[in-house]
């Protein structure tokens, strides 16, 4: 399999400005496409990235977290497999989910949802992404952690250089030597705390991950410490994205975001939607176990494999009229859009679906829902276009609005 001239490569400038049609010429006409400077194969098609998240038979591994993920986080759940995946994926699974998220951290994201529309309520106008978007899970999250929001710009300027390391496609020297010095900023900043939380425990999810404990196996500072860096990275970057391309979408489907306004419980639809039409996280990388057949041909064993969920959930095989923005498809399942059984591919899926889908789904739930409050007839500052930025990671770089107060 070699690469078709025609197609854009995924590091040219004409993708990073527009990947869906991109996407779609390698679904029709390279769905295995070997990448020479990235040395991975791509994949395109939703069957193919489904099998390969889900990987029933062992032939896929995250082997490949080894040296995409480890040199900024430490080592992760992401990177462990069989018992000690399960075992530690038990230790922090708890919080995200049940009545521990709903009784412990909803108020959390509740009140920090109202502090950051208290800046801006009263003005008229305002960028969505740049007053709450990029702030508001990264509050949240230190917020859970029990850590002083006071950091937030070290905490977003960590988390910024990390993404930008995970999507280092090009190799670029100094964005790997700054996302390696943010694993020794970060770990000079959380052992110290992760200590002083073991011998004075709070309310906290810090205090929580410290005295946590399955089949007597309890988590090490460095594992806390790598837990906390993922869950920033991660939770902060593609919630951030989700939030403001949910507002693009609206905006610029003004009937839908009537339907919204009236109705709050079409926000999970407008999430869910969201997730497939423009997901904040566009390639999941994994590494084959052995020779692995897919659409265009085989895989060899030991080869990086590039899942391209960006076009997966635009994969006109799966769903009906799939470049349309629609939170009524019949074809996307809400109800289940956040759990392991998603009918998109944006949380990944099996054993390594997103940990943190339940607390993404409860900031958007209260997220939007303030925000639509607090602005019932927002609408795009005149003139003003919401432009998507990123390859690995993608969303709007700003989303400018005006509304009328609400007094």
């Known amino acids: 399999m070699t690469a078709v001239d025609e197609i854009p490569d995924i590091l040219s400038p004409e993708f990073a400005t527009d990947p869906y049609p991109v996407y779609r010429a390698m679904r029709e006409r390279t769905p295995l496409l070997w990448h020479e400077p990235m040395q991975s194969w791509i994949v395109s098609r939703y069957e193919d990235v489904e099998r390969i998240f889900k990987d029933k038979e062992g032939q896929f591994t995250t082997d490949n977290y080894d040296w995409q993920i480890e040199p900024v986080h430490g080592k992760t759940i992401l990177?462990?497999?069989?018992?000690?995946?399960?075992?530690?994926?038990?230790?922090v699974a708890p919080a995200f989910r049940g009545r521990e998220l709903q009784e412990t951290f909803v108020p959390v994201i509740e009140r920090n949802a109202r502090e950051l529309i208290d800046t801006f309520r009263e003005t008229g106008e305002v960028d969505l992404v740049d007053a709450f978007a990029t702030r508001f899970p990264v509050n949240v999250i230190?917020?859970?952690l029990g850590l002083d929001k006071g950091d937030h710009a070290k905490f977003h300027g960590w988390y910024t250089t990390v993404i930008a390391f995970l999507g280092n496609l090009s190799g670029d020297p100094e964005v790997a030597a700054a996302g390696e010095r943010t694993r020794v900023e970060f770990a000079e900043y959380m052992i110290p705390i992760i200590r002083e939380r073991r011998n004075n425990p709070g309310d906290d999810l810090l205090s929580s991950l410290c005295a946590a404990e399955?089949?007597?196996?309890?988590?090490?500072?460095?594992?806390?410490?790598?837990?906390?860096?993922?869950?920033?990275?991660?939770?902060?970057?593609t919630t951030d994205k989700?939030?403001?391309?949910?507002?693009?979408n609206l905006l610029a489907h003004p009937e839908q975001l009537a339907a919204v306004q009236k109705d709050r419980t079409l926000i999970d639809r407008a999430f869910a939607e969201t997730l497939r039409y423009t997901p904040p996280v566009h390639m999941i990388m994994r590494q084959t176990a052995v020779d692995v057949r897919v659409t265009g041909g085989t895989i060899p064993a030991g080869a990086t494999v590039t899942c391209l969920?960006?076009?997966?959930?635009?994969?006109e095989r799966r769903y009906a009229d799939p470049d349309t923005f629609d939170i009524f498809r019949e074809d996307l399942n809400a109800?289940?859009?956040?759990?392991a059984a998603a009918d998109h591919l944006a949380f990944a899926l099996g054993r390594h679906f997103c940990v943190g889908a339940?607390?993404?789904?409860?900031?958007?739930?209260?997220?939007?829902?303030?925000?639509?409050?607090?602005?019932p007839d927002v609408r795009l500052k005149e003139g003003a276009a919401t432009v998507e930025r990123g390859v690995f990671t993608?969303?709007?770089?700003?989303?400018?609005?005006?509304?009328?107060p609400v007094r």
């Open 142 to 144: 230190a917020d859970m």
């Open 242 to 248: 989700a939030i403001a391309a949910i507002f693009a």
């Open 309 to 315: 969920i960006g076009s997966a959930n635009r994969d």
């Open 358 to 375: 339940l607390l993404a789904r409860a900031e958007v739930q209260i997220g939007v829902g303030r925000l639509l409050d607090a602005m």
């Open 214 to 237: 399955v089949d007597g196996v309890r988590m090490s500072d460095e594992d806390i410490k790598a837990f906390c860096s993922l869950l920033l990275a991660a939770g902060g970057e």
């Open 79 to 91: 990177q462990l497999s069989g018992r000690e995946h399960a075992v530690r994926r038990a230790l």
């Open 394 to 404: 993608r969303g709007p770089e700003s989303v400018p609005v005006t509304f009328t």
């Open 335 to 339: 109800t289940n859009a956040f759990s």
